[in-house]
């Protein structure tokens, strides 16, 4: 069975100041992760996704991710935070099954808190 | 590109009715969708995977006679909630897997349904 552990259930972080949300994973085979980010009440907007290639993965609203092999980490990060990155941010998996579709393990979710 | 849609965005409903929620695919075929449930402050469980033409599959303790699902053309599948109880009320989230290479989902809004 997959799974995903986001350790920390709020970050905060000065307006301007680089952030961290933290991400590791458990899944057979080759992973591939995605970070969403979800405001209140709505859907979950797609950020990024690491399935082959660079470890480092750029996204958008200038957000990217680094995929850590030997760590089993998929840790979010961004250079200076806004105001307006404030939201709940998920970390999910799906094992690589040679062409299965398979649905998403989401992380508990983190809430990122940025303060002016 | 990649529009999921879902409606109705909210519903409210007596015990014991049905409440029907629709998930489309605006702008792309999708052979497989996804329903999601997500409690209050928690994060999203997969509940089953919507395979068009053919049964659903059901994660493991989600009922599959309470939560009926229908994939019916290549852009619609539908959830319907039999019977609900209070319980049943949740944040009710699709996605469609879709995307160059079939390995992303695009997700909907979200439905919340309340059942007094």
């Known amino acids: 069975a997959q799974s995903v552990a986001q350790p920390e259930d709020q970050v905060n972080v000065a307006e301007g100041n680089p952030l961290t949300v933290k991400c590791t994973y458990s899944v057979s085979g080759n992973p591939y992760l995605f970070w969403y980010v979800q405001y209140p009440n709505r859907g979950l907007q797609f950020l990024l996704k690491?399935?082959?290639?660079?470890?480092l993965v750029k996204g958008s609203y200038g957000f990217e991710a680094e995929f850590n092999k030997s760590q089993t980490s998929f840790h979010l990060k961004k250079p200076s935070a806004l105001v307006s990155d404030s939201a709940l941010y998920f970390c999910?998996?799906?094992?690589?099954?040679?062409?299965?579709?398979?649905?998403?393990?989401f992380g508990k979710g983190t809430h990122l808190i940025i303060q002016p | 590109g990649a529009v999921v849609s879902q409606h109705p965005s909210r519903v409210i409903c007596k015990s014991g009715t049905s409440v029907k929620i629709e998930c489309r695919s605006l702008?792309?075929?999708?052979?497989?969708m996804f329903w999601y449930r997500q409690f209050p402050k928690q994060s999203l469980m997969l509940m089953a995977t919507?395979?068009?033409?053919?049964?659903?599959?059901?994660e493991q303790g989600v009922e599959k006679d309470k939560f009926l699902i229908n994939h019916a053309s290549l852009t619609l599948s539908t959830l319907t909630v039999t019977s609900a109880h209070p319980e049943d009320s949740s944040f009710y989230i699709c996605?469609?897997?879709?995307?160059?290479?079939?390995?992303?989902?695009?997700f909907g809004p979200g439905t919340r349904l309340t059942v007094l």
């Open positions: 996605s469609a897997l879709g995307g160059t290479t079939h390995n992303e989902q695009f």
């Open positions: 999910a998996v799906r094992a690589y099954s040679g062409g299965g579709a398979d649905g998403l393990t």
């Open positions: 702008d792309f075929q999708a052979t497989t």
């Open positions: 690491y399935i082959t290639g660079d470890n």
């Open positions: 919507s395979n068009e033409g053919s049964k659903a599959t059901y």
